[in-house]
C-alpha cells in the first residue's frame, strides 16, 4: 500500500526566501506525482504534474523535481511571497499493479510573513 | 471554461439524518472522483468513475454512503443515515484522460450534530 509522507507539517519563513517542500513515498510504482495547493475553506489546485519519466516539472518561480527511485519529489518555490501563503499537498498515482490509487501526503502547512 | 461545480456548500445535519452532495465535472471530463477530507490530512478517495461505471469504490463505506453518476456526467453523493464522524469535507475532482490533472471543486463542508 503505497504511504505518502510530507515533513514539515508546517513551515513559516520570510518574504523574500525560497521555499523547499518534500515528499516521500513508499511505491515506485508510479504514473505520475503531482502538487497541489490549497487555500484555507477551498478545494485544491493543481500547480504541477510530473509523468513517471520525467525528473522535474517548472512553472514560474514553482520546479518540482521526481527522484522515483529514492522516493522523493521536491517542490521549490522561489522568492516566496505573502499570497504563497497556503498548504501544498503531493500526491502520487500508483499503478494498475500497485492498486491504481492516488495517494495524498497529509500536506505541508505554508505561512510567508511580510 | 466553468470549473467543477459542487453543492451545498455547507451543510449542518442531525445525526442519522439523510445527506446529499451534488458535483457537476468540467464539461468533458469522463473521469470523476469523490474524496473525504479530515482537517489537517489529506484527501482520501471515496469513489472513482469512468464516464457512469463505478471503477474504483473499494474505500467507500457501503453500508451507509452509496454514490450515482447517472448519463456520466452529474454525480450524486449520499449517507444515509449520517454519524458524527462523517464530519469533514467532501470533495469532488475530474479529469480527462483519467490519471492526469485532476481539478477540483471547493467543496461540501459537512457537520454532523
Known amino acids: 500500500k503505497q504511504e505518502v509522507t510530507q515533513i514539515p507539517a508546517a513551515l513559516s519563513v520570510p518574504e523574500g526566501e525560497n521555499l523547499v517542500l518534500n515528499c516521500s513515498f513508499t511505491?515506485?510504482?508510479?504514473?505520475?506525482l503531482q502538487w497541489f495547493r490549497q487555500d484555507p475553506g477551498k478545494g485544491l489546485t493543481s500547480l504541477l504534474l510530473?509523468?513517471?519519466?520525467?525528473r522535474e516539472q517548472t512553472s514560474g518561480r514553482l520546479n518540482a523535481s521526481l527522484d522515483k527511485s529514492s522516493g522523493r519529489s521536491t517542490l521549490y518555490i522561489a522568492a516566496s511571497q505573502p499570497g504563497d501563503s497556503a498548504t501544498y499537498l503531493c500526491?502520487?498515482?500508483?499503478?494498475?499493479?500497485?492498486?491504481?490509487?492516488?495517494?495524498f501526503g497529509g500536506g505541508t502547512r505554508v505561512l510567508v510573513k511580510p | 471554461e466553468a470549473g467543477v461545480v459542487q453543492s451545498p456548500r455547507y451543510k449542518i445535519i442531525e445525526k442519522k439524518q439523510p445527506v446529499a452532495f451534488w458535483c457537476n465535472p468540467i464539461?468533458?471530463?469522463?473521469?470523476l472522483y469523490w474524496y473525504l477530507q479530515n482537517l489537517g490530512q489529506g484527501p482520501e478517495l471515496l469513489i472513482r468513475?469512468?464516464?457512469?461505471?463505478?471503477?474504483?469504490d473499494s474505500q467507500l463505506p457501503k453500508d451507509r454512503f452509496s454514490a450515482e453518476r447517472l448519463k456520466g456526467v452529474d454525480s450524486t453523493l449520499k449517507i444515509q443515515p449520517a454519524e458524527l464522524g462523517d464530519s469533514a469535507v467532501y470533495l469532488c475532482?475530474?479529469?480527462?484522460?483519467?490519471?492526469?490533472?485532476?481539478?477540483f471543486g471547493p467543496g461540501t463542508r459537512l457537520l454532523v450534530l
Open positions: 475532482a475530474s479529469s480527462s484522460p483519467p490519471f492526469q490533472t485532476q481539478y
Open positions: 511505491d515506485s510504482a508510479i504514473y505520475n
Open positions: 510530473i509523468q513517471s519519466s520525467q
Open positions: 500526491a502520487s498515482w500508483s499503478i494498475k499493479a500497485a492498486g491504481n490509487k492516488l495517494t
Open positions: 464539461s468533458g471530463h469522463n473521469t
Open positions: 468513475y469512468e464516464n457512469e461505471e463505478a471503477v474504483d
